[in-house]
Every structure is written in C-alpha cells, then in structure tokens.
C-alpha cells in the first residue's frame, strides 16, 4: 500500500529535469517533466525508484510518518523524492558530471530525512535514541505538597 505522501513521478522529476528528456528523436532538447515510456528512466523504472525511497524513509523513522502535523509528511515526501532523484541520477549515468549530481542528491537527501527525524523526534513521535524511553510526567504539586501535615 502506497503511503499518503509518496511522492509523484513529476516531483522526482523536478530535481532531475535532465532525465525526461524523450530518447526520440534523437538529441531531442526539450524536457517533458515527468517520466513516460520514452524517457530513460521509463516511468516504471522510476517508480520502482520512489517505492525504494519510501521504503528508505519509513526505515529511518521507525515505519510510520504521522499525519499530523502536516508537515511533517510534506518533509517525508521531500526526502523520498530527493533519494529517489538520487538513486536515479546514479543508476543511469551518462557522463561524469553525473556522478557529481548524484553527490549532491545524495547529499541534500541525506539532510532532508535527518531533518524529518529530528521533526519527527521533536513532536514526540520518534523512534530514534532516547525516543525510546518512556516519557513520564506528573501534574504540578498544590502548594501544600512539600509540608508536612
């Protein structure tokens, strides 16, 4: 079952325009903006990409993205989409300069998912570290809670 914020063949595709270039005809410069049959990655390819990327970041936060607050998915979505953009721009590579690309997916990849964590943590929700411990709390004590009667 696909996750609410998984994101779309199109979002991936904004950090990697280069990718949706059709292969027909060739040397075709412009850029379709989503993966189709005639790009490479093919759209399957590419979803194939997201799914793993989704699978990436419910991994890093412990298997569930809670829907509120929203913005939280929202950076969930964000994350998969740059890892897959990443593992894509890595998977087919046509030049060196390619690589460097990868580099820097991978990179803002990286800091996105450890940014969801932290948010993720920071609401209370997190499975990483001392999230794991119990949290506790007591109302304030009355006044009167430290005297002896």
Do not use: C
Not at 58 to 83: D, K, Q, W
């Amino acid at each position: 079952m696909a996750e609410p914020w998984t994101p779309s063949l199109e979002m991936v595709a904004d950090h990697i325009p280069t990718r949706t270039r059709p292969i027909e005809p060739p040397g075709e410069t412009r850029y379709l903006n989503t993966f189709t049959s005639e790009t490479t990655p093919t759209d399957v390819q590419a979803q194939r990409h997201i799914e793993d990327a989704v699978v990436t970041v419910l991994g890093a936060v412990g298997g569930v993205v809670p829907a509120a607050p929203m913005f939280l998915s929202i950076l969930a979505r964000e994350a998969a989409a740059l890892r897959a953009a990443a593992d894509i721009e890595i998977a087919y590579p046509d030049r060196d300069a390619d690589v460097a690309v990868y580099e820097q997916l991978n990179e803002l990849a990286n800091a996105k998912l450890e940014r969801l964590v932290q948010a993720i943590n920071d609401q209370g929700h997190g499975t990483s570290g001392s999230s794991l411990l119990p949290v506790w709390s007591m109302p304030e004590p009355p006044w009167w809670g430290d005297y002896l009667l």
